[in-house]
């Protein structure tokens, strides 16, 4: 039986997420740019269920999409979820028997940039114990900041950690992350706040509403969003020019934290 127009596993082991992209600076001066994106939403422990399953997804190899190690946790190719599960052990946070999901770009025509994927991390008894940010610079480097996750089910998530890894060179080490989000359902909402001892210096925001993880809606959403890398690429290098010409601050790249996970 073809897997076109089913649900390969219960929801939310596999989507995708039509949507965009925000940011807006708000100090010393405004700027702001939004873009159209999808993203897959996977538990991570059935990667090759759904390389079997699906025709233009794939694990490991070339296809119209697809997810490789190599982009993600280590990027050594090594499993993603021992690499997680290790970090959470370092903080005591036990995630044996419990599912995790990420949240990413995929690859596209064999090509990514994630300049966040996000991972939802649940323990055995199915309550979200964490979640793992993990963040890529242009210059090829990536840092994680692994939070633990205590609120209500249903409630918006609160979190918040100081930044350790630089990532736009017109801002600086000395700031704040605060996060407000949603565990992802029919709707996308995820917002990242961005505080320095001036207040507010940007907002990023990921929104989208969800769509069944088909042959049928991989083809459908490629056909939208054929270049959709090249134009994450693209476009973070224009908003740098933008932000330069209008006379932002230049901060040198400090060296990469000690440690990849905080």
Same mark, same amino acid.
Request: some cysteine; proline content about 6%.
């Given at each position: ?12 082991? %596999?989507?995708? !997420?039509?949507?965009?992209? !925000? &940011?807006?600076?708000?100090?010393? *001066?405004?700027?702001?740019?939004? !873009? ?15 390389? $079997? ?7 490991? +190899?070339?296809? =119209? ?6 982009? &993600? ?14 970090? /959470?052990?370092? +903080? ?19 090509? =990514?940039?994630?300049? #966040?994927?996000?991972?939802? %991390? ?10 793992? !940010?993990? =963040? ?17 089910? @249903? ?5 918040? %950690?100081? +930044? ?5 060179? *017109?801002?600086?080490?000395? %700031? ?33 509403? $969800? ?11 490629? #056909? ?6 090249? +134009?994450?690429?693209? @476009?973070? &290098? $224009? ?8 006379? /932002? ?6 060296? /990469?934290?000690? &440690?990849? =996970?905080?």
């Amino acid at each position: 039986m073809q897997p076109d127009d089913k649900i390969l596993s219960s929801p939310p082991a %596999c989507a995708l !997420y039509t949507g965009s992209v !925000y &940011h807006e600076r708000h100090h010393p *001066f405004t700027h702001r740019f939004r !873009y159209r994106v999808f993203m897959v939403w996977l538990d991570i422990d059935r990667l090759e269920i759904l390389d $079997r399953t699906l025709r233009f997804f794939s694990f490991g +190899k070339w296809n =119209v999409i697809g997810i490789s190690n190599h982009d &993600h946790a280590a990027r050594d190719g090594s499993a993603i979820r021992p690499w997680i599960e290790q970090a /959470a052990h370092r +903080k005591q946070i036990d995630l044996t028997g419990g599912r995790i999901f990420m949240l990413a770009f995929p690859r596209l025509w064999g090509y =990514v940039f994630n300049p #966040l994927t996000i991972y939802f %991390c649940y323990g055995a008894d199915g309550a979200l114990k964490a979640i793992l !940010y993990q =963040v890529k610079n242009t210059f090829g480097e990536q840092h994680s900041y692994l939070l633990p996750v205590t609120r209500e089910k @249903g409630e918006k998530i609160t979190q918040q %950690c100081a +930044k350790a890894f630089h990532v736009s060179p *017109f801002i600086g080490m000395d %700031c704040t992350y605060k996060f407000r989000l949603y565990e992802p359902g029919e709707r996308l909402d995820i917002a990242i706040h961005q505080f320095t001892p001036d207040g507010k210096i940007l907002t990023a925001t990921w929104q989208g509403i $969800r769509r069944d993880l088909t042959d049928r809606m991989i083809v459908k959403t490629v #056909l939208r969003f054929p270049m959709m890398t090249i +134009k994450i690429i693209a @476009g973070i &290098h $224009r908003e740098a020019f933008s932000l330069w010409r209008k006379g /932002a601050t230049y901060h040198k790249k400090p060296p /990469a934290p000690p &440690h990849d =996970v905080s």
